[in-house]
């Protein structure tokens, strides 16, 4: 992995040679092109369904209109199963373009692109105009009305570079993303998938089965949940067919990945049943140690943060007037969550401050008569 | 389940017929003597270190003197491992006391305490004087240092009633359970671990074997880690030790539902091999649905809301004057999450509002050259 900044590739407000025809007008694709309509760049938008397409040009994603320009640079925004045929199709069509796509996965699309061109004898199709990509930001939403051209400012965008990539493709792709507001991440096709199958796809399908086990249990069982089984499960709420795409199209990572569970949770279930407490301690310990290898804010290594939690009654201003006085003690917080339980008139709020200024923010808000506790 | 207020079991600000006593001064045990002390009752509190009790002690959770004075009730808040000895002490050191606990499991503690006293031939150890309890508030953190009064304030408490309970035993804990602030919920002993086991416990294994799985992954692989991962993995940072212990003394429940996740993982791993995406989509069709069996704030039926995405500058105040102008527009604010990425100066929060009130708030908020979005 190296980071490319505008410097290396051009200021990212530079036009491309020619317009940039985005295809397919859901979340990801209407945001690139409201994100590239945002930096001047003239921007086609099209969709099998002609009228998502032409929500998303009526939101700011440029023109549904289908002049026929030529475009310099092409977005395949489609769902995972259709990414090969639209990348082919838009190698035909436009032999000169530069060619990318957003898609979840890298390597199968990939193969089924080379396959489909090598069924056809004497195709000319020259596969260096294409240069995979993968803004990393999304949504439990879908569609072009979720969709935002500030979607992918600040975020990572794998640019996946193959040998056989022109290097004026990758430069173009490179200022696609830059021009995007993201931040380039270069990876390798097999190297993109593996990463995704790890910080996302798994633990996609293992929330999607924690939350499976909740259905059909009785509602007052359901009125102990907290804050923790909220968070395990929150991801599992998105688009079941998308998502059933994205892990078919990542099988063999995932398969690899869910085989090493399976065996945990066949460890979990023998150390259950023979009292072996030493192999459920030592996976959970695994657990922990896992958690801390996240990367931190702005990824670097994890910030030393504590939380604060702090009770506040549920009507509107008082979470404004709880961060105004956070404010004027001049801490910054590095995140914070909410937590509503079953029959409470107020909600606890932990804020996440460094360890440093915990207590300062403490001795702060209870000064104003907020009730403060590590 | 049924609430009970304090209406019907007497005013919470009741003093109890005597002193409380609190044995274990960790995170729980200590917070509630802390609850208890501001409600006015005299509370003592011990640990197998007295050093720890001294901690608390000094943090407002009443006394570590050991004055032999008689307790009305004993809060028995040890690990699980240790519940049904000092259970069963309490019992035989004061014979007109209460017992309760507060332990995360129930059936095994208590087949224990039954065996312990079976195995005492003649002995007279009345259990009609033990209720369980589980008040559902924790933390990552552990230890008195992280102890407070208001950690059970509007949170769930099952109170475990058992037919040979006496009705006084019951009474007396279920007013220990309003004088912490928290909110009575009656369950069987079988009905409470099947509970906890759905929704903590698997959540919590699934979520340390999801983060396991992020040990050992190159660190460029680690940098396209998102929200998602971020949330699913969060819980799995608890004490290793604690949690083994509650998850084995939780063994039968959790290997029920542990088996099932086994099986779901057979079908993925199979449905990924013979390319059966129907069999995929139906587990995160279920997935789905068990996300919104949760029950929304307040225990209430989920309300419909709509989360709204605004971008703010990384520095102090940024979220003051976000929220105050959010309250200038009159509207409530469910709930947020803030979302730092690799490389961004900048975070994105997600405010959720009840879906009427969403586009008011992007009007509101764009009108105060916010980049506000759904």
């Known amino acids: 992995m190296r980071s490319v900044t505008s410097e290396q590739v051009g200021h990212p407000s530079d036009p491309f040679a ?10 990801i694709g209407a945001s690139v092109a409201m994100a590239l309509v945002r930096a001047g760049v003239e921007t086609y938008v099209r969709d099998v369904d002609a009228v998502v397409a032409h929500v998303a040009a009526s939101r700011g994603a440029g ?6 320009a030529e475009p310099a640079l092409v977005v395949v925004a489609t769902p995972p199963d259709h990414l090969a045929a639209e990348i082919k199709a838009a190698l035909e069509t436009f032999p000169n373009a530069v060619i990318t796509d957003v898609g979840s996965v890298k390597a199968r699309p990939l193969a089924e692109l080379r396959a489909a061109v090598a069924r056809e004898r004497g195709s000319t199709l020259d596969l260096a105009h294409y ?7 999304g949504s439990e ?3 072009p009305l ?6 992918f400012d600040g975020r990572a965008w794998a640019v996946v570079v193959r ?10 792709v490179e200022r696609l993303v830059l021009l995007c507001g993201a931040v380039v991440v270069h990876m390798s096709t097999d190297e993109h998938d593996l990463a995704v199958a790890r910080i996302s796809h798994l633990p996609h399908l293992l929330a999607a089965l924690t939350a499976g086990q909740l259905n059909g249990a009785p509602v007052e069982h359901l009125a102990l949940s907290g804050q923790g089984v909220r968070d395990v499960t929150r991801v599992a709420a998105g688009d079941p067919r998308l998502w059933c795409q994205i892990v078919s199209a990542n099988a063999e990572a995932l398969a690899v990945l869910l085989g090493r569970v399976r065996d945990d949770i066949d460890v979990l279930l023998e150390s259950l049943e023979l009292h072996d407490d030493s192999r459920i301690e030592q996976l959970l310990r695994a657990g922990v140690a896992g958690t801390s290898a996240i990367p931190g804010k702005h990824g670097g290594p994890g910030l030393d943060v504590s939380a604060v939690t702090v009770a506040i009654p549920d009507e509107p201003g008082a979470l404004a007037t709880l961060f105004a006085d956070a404010r004027d003690a001049g801490i910054n917080i590095e995140d914070l969550r909410i937590d509503h339980d079953p029959g409470r008139a107020f909600g606890l709020v932990e804020i996440d401050v460094a360890t440093e200024y915990a207590d300062r923010l403490i001795e702060a808000l209870t000064a104003r008569r907020w009730s403060a506790h590590r």
Not at 63 to 68: I, K
Not at 131 to 137: L, T
Not at 146 to 151: R, T, V, Y
Not at 163 to 172: I, N, T
Request: proline content about 7%.
């Open 18 to 27: 020619g317009p940039v025809l985005v295809v397919g007008a859901g979340l």
């Open 63 to 68: 023109s549904d209109a289908d002049t026929g």
């Open 131 to 137: 240069v995979g990509g993968h803004p990393m930001a």
């Open 141 to 143: 939403r879908s569609g």
């Open 146 to 151: 979720a969709s935002a051209a500030d979607l």
């Open 163 to 172: 040998p056989d990539c022109s290097s004026h493709a990758v430069r173009a």
